[in-house]
């Protein structure tokens, strides 16, 4: 249900399929697999370094540590956004 991964999609088979109107199933199946690779591969690395991360932030001080520092984050994005 991720809009995000709607759009990708649809780019990846407009920029790579050109203009022709009737795909080749080769094509359209190296796109899936190259696409679905790279996502698994994505995936399975954020899924294990959030775990291992999680279990560092799981203490209330290094909670806090964290919540100040996405706090940080955030005002100097509001103070680049001013600005510019």
Known sequence: LNPKAYVIIALMFTQFLGGSEQASLATVTLITTVFTANNLVA???WALVGDRIASYF???ESAQKLNMMFGGILAAVAVWMLLS
């Open 43 to 45: 995936f399975s690395i």
């Open 58 to 60: 799981r203490k209330p």
